[in-house]
C-alpha cells in the first residue's frame, strides 16, 4: 500500500487514493496532506489570496431546502431587501478599500421585479466602480440561484466586466439521494441534473463557473466526497465554494444531528486539500462556516489550500437575518474591523492579500486563453 507521502507527490490520483486522503486523522499524515496542498497551490495559483466582499443583500427566498436558516418556511427570521442605494455603497466601499471584487448573494427568487434589480444594481455598480486602480471595475460573483440561461445572459451583459464575472451554484452533494433527502419539498423545486444544466448555460453565458458542497452530510461517506471531487473535474469547473455542514436553527434537519466539530473540521480540511491537489489550477474559497468550528478557521483552509476569502460587507444591522447557519461568526464586526483582521491573519499564513485585483481563474484563464 502506497504512504500518503508518495500519494500527494502524485499529479493523477485513484478514487482509492482520494478516499486515502479523506480518511486522514493521524496528525502527522494531516500535516504531510496539508503541507503538500499549501505548496501545490503556490506552485500553481501563486502566493496570493483574492478577496470577494460578499454583500447579502436579500434573505427573501421561494425555496425550502431543509438544511437552510432562510429557507422560506422558516418563518422566525426577519426579512429583509436592502435598496440598491445601500448596496451601491457598499460595493464602493470594497472598491475604496482595495478589494477587486465583490460577491452579490440572496435568497433565490426569480420574479420580473427581482431579475430587474439586479440587474440595474449591476450596471450602477460598474459604471460607479470604474478607475484607474481597477479599470474594468468591481469583479463580480453572482450567487443567486438557479436561473434560466437568459437572465444569465442579461446579467452578465449588465456587470460590464466579462474578464471578471462569476456565478457561484453549489449542487451540495452529487449523490442523488442525499441531493432530494436536502432538497425534500412540494413539486421538486430542485433537482440534480437541473443543476447541471444550470452549472451549463453559465459556462455558455460567458461566466467563470463554480460550484461546491457541504462536507459532513448526514448519511455521507468519503465515497461521496470522492465523486463530488470527481464531479468537479467532470464539469470543469473554474472556481469551489464549500465548508463544512452545520445545522441550522431555522433549517429542518435539526433532529438528524452533525459531527462532531473537531472531526468534521479535519474532514473539510481534508476535502480542501484533496481538492487542492486533484485539480490544482482552480479557485478554491476559505469558507466562512470553517470559523464556525474553530478558531482562526478560515486561516486554516488557505492554510490547506485556498487562495480566495470572502469578507463580509454587508451591513451590521441586517448581517445577523442571513445566517444559513447556527453560529455564524463575523455578524456583528464592521467592514472594517473585518479587513483589518484578515489581511494580519492571512500574512500569518505566508500568502499575500492582492489588492485591486480581480483574481480571476487560473483554469478559466488556461481555458478561454483570455
Same mark, same amino acid.
Given at each position: 500500500?502506497?504512504?500518503?507521502?508518495?500519494?500527494?507527490?502524485?499529479?493523477?490520483?485513484?478514487?482509492?487514493?482520494?478516499?486515502?486522503?479523506?480518511?486522514?486523522?493521524?496528525?502527522?499524515?494531516?500535516?504531510?496532506?496539508?503541507?503538500?496542498?499549501?505548496?501545490?497551490?503556490?506552485?500553481?495559483?501563486?502566493?496570493?489570496?483574492?478577496?470577494?466582499?460578499?454583500?447579502?443583500?436579500?434573505?427573501?427566498?421561494?425555496?425550502?431546502?431543509?438544511?437552510?436558516?432562510?429557507?422560506?418556511?422558516?418563518?422566525?427570521?426577519?426579512?429583509?431587501?436592502?435598496?440598491?442605494?445601500?448596496?451601491?455603497?457598499?460595493?464602493?466601499?470594497?472598491?475604496?478599500?482595495?478589494?477587486?471584487?465583490?460577491?452579490?448573494?440572496?435568497?433565490?427568487?426569480?420574479?420580473?421585479?427581482?431579475?430587474?434589480?439586479?440587474?440595474?444594481?449591476?450596471?450602477?455598480?460598474?459604471?460607479?466602480?470604474?478607475?484607474?486602480?481597477?479599470?474594468?471595475?468591481?469583479?463580480?460573483?453572482?450567487?443567486?440561484?438557479?436561473?434560466?440561461?437568459?437572465?444569465?445572459?442579461?446579467?452578465?451583459?449588465?456587470?460590464?466586466?466579462?474578464?471578471?464575472?462569476?456565478?457561484?451554484?453549489?449542487?451540495?452533494?452529487?449523490?442523488?439521494?442525499?441531493? @432530494?433527502? &436536502?432538497?425534500?419539498?412540494?413539486?421538486? #423545486? /430542485? +433537482? =440534480?441534473? $437541473?443543476?447541471?444544466?444550470?452549472?451549463?448555460?453559465?459556462?455558455?453565458?460567458?461566466?467563470?463557473?463554480?460550484?461546491?458542497?457541504?462536507?459532513?452530510?448526514?448519511?455521507?461517506?468519503?465515497?461521496?466526497?470522492?465523486?463530488?471531487?470527481?464531479?468537479?473535474?467532470?464539469?470543469?469547473?473554474?472556481?469551489?465554494?464549500?465548508?463544512?455542514?452545520?445545522?441550522?436553527?431555522?433549517? @429542518?434537519? &435539526?433532529?438528524?444531528?452533525?459531527?462532531? #466539530? /473537531? +472531526? =468534521?473540521? $479535519?474532514?473539510?480540511?481534508?476535502?480542501?486539500?484533496?481538492?487542492?491537489?486533484?485539480?490544482?489550477?482552480?479557485?478554491?474559497?476559505?469558507?466562512?462556516?470553517?470559523?464556525?468550528?474553530?478558531?482562526?478557521?478560515?486561516?486554516?483552509?488557505?492554510?490547506?489550500?485556498?487562495?480566495?476569502?470572502?469578507?463580509?460587507?454587508?451591513?451590521?444591522?441586517?448581517?445577523?437575518?442571513?445566517?444559513?447557519?447556527?453560529?455564524?461568526?463575523?455578524?456583528?464586526?464592521?467592514?472594517?474591523?473585518?479587513?483589518?483582521?484578515?489581511?494580519?491573519?492571512?500574512?500569518?499564513?505566508?500568502?499575500?492579500?492582492?489588492?485591486?485585483?480581480?483574481?480571476?481563474?487560473?483554469?478559466?484563464?488556461?481555458?478561454?486563453?483570455?
Amino acid at each position: 500500500m502506497k504512504s500518503i507521502t508518495e500519494i500527494v507527490k502524485q499529479t493523477e490520483f485513484s478514487d482509492e487514493d482520494i478516499v486515502r486522503l479523506l480518511a486522514i486523522t493521524d496528525p502527522t499524515e494531516a500535516e504531510i496532506l496539508r503541507q503538500a496542498a499549501y505548496d501545490r497551490a503556490t506552485h500553481t495559483v501563486g502566493n496570493n489570496v483574492y478577496y470577494r466582499g460578499l454583500i447579502e443583500f436579500s434573505n427573501i427566498c421561494t425555496l425550502d431546502c431543509r438544511y437552510c436558516g432562510i429557507r422560506k418556511s422558516n418563518h422566525a427570521v426577519p426579512r429583509y431587501e436592502l435598496d440598491k442605494e445601500t448596496i451601491v455603497n457598499a460595493a464602493l466601499w470594497a472598491a475604496t478599500n482595495h478589494y477587486g471584487s465583490i460577491c452579490l448573494q440572496s435568497g433565490e427568487r426569480r420574479d420580473p421585479k427581482f431579475i430587474a434589480f439586479v440587474t440595474d444594481v449591476l450596471k450602477t455598480i460598474h459604471e460607479k466602480t470604474v478607475s484607474p486602480e481597477l479599470p474594468n471595475g468591481l469583479g463580480i460573483t453572482l450567487s443567486l440561484g438557479e436561473q434560466s440561461f437568459e437572465v444569465y445572459k442579461q446579467w452578465a451583459q449588465a456587470s460590464g466586466n466579462p474578464i471578471g464575472l462569476r456565478y457561484l451554484l453549489r449542487f451540495e452533494t452529487s449523490n442523488p439521494k442525499l441531493f @432530494d433527502h &436536502l432538497h425534500h419539498a412540494p413539486g421538486r #423545486e /430542485k +433537482a =440534480l441534473q $437541473r443543476r447541471y444544466q444550470a452549472l451549463a448555460d453559465l459556462r455558455r453565458a460567458g461566466y467563470q463557473v463554480g460550484s461546491g458542497v457541504m462536507i459532513g452530510i448526514p448519511g455521507q461517506t468519503l465515497q461521496d466526497l470522492c465523486q463530488d471531487i470527481r464531479t468537479f473535474q467532470k464539469l470543469d469547473l473554474d472556481m469551489i465554494g464549500m465548508g463544512p455542514y452545520i445545522t441550522s436553527e431555522g433549517g @429542518d434537519m &435539526l433532529g438528524e444531528g452533525m459531527m462532531e #466539530e /473537531k +472531526a =468534521l473540521m $479535519r474532514l473539510s480540511l481534508n476535502m480542501i486539500a484533496t481538492t487542492r491537489l486533484v485539480i490544482p489550477d482552480i479557485n478554491i474559497a476559505a469558507a466562512t462556516a470553517l470559523h464556525a468550528l474553530e478558531e482562526n478557521g478560515r486561516e486554516k483552509g488557505i492554510l490547506h489550500g485556498c487562495n480566495v476569502i470572502m469578507p463580509n460587507i454587508t451591513p451590521r444591522i441586517v448581517r445577523k437575518n442571513y445566517q444559513l447557519y447556527a453560529n455564524k461568526p463575523f455578524i456583528e464586526q464592521e467592514p472594517s474591523d473585518t479587513n483589518l483582521y484578515l489581511q494580519q491573519s492571512i500574512q500569518k499564513t505566508g500568502r499575500t492579500v492582492a489588492l485591486n485585483v480581480l483574481g480571476s481563474s487560473k483554469h478559466w484563464k488556461l481555458r478561454t486563453g483570455l
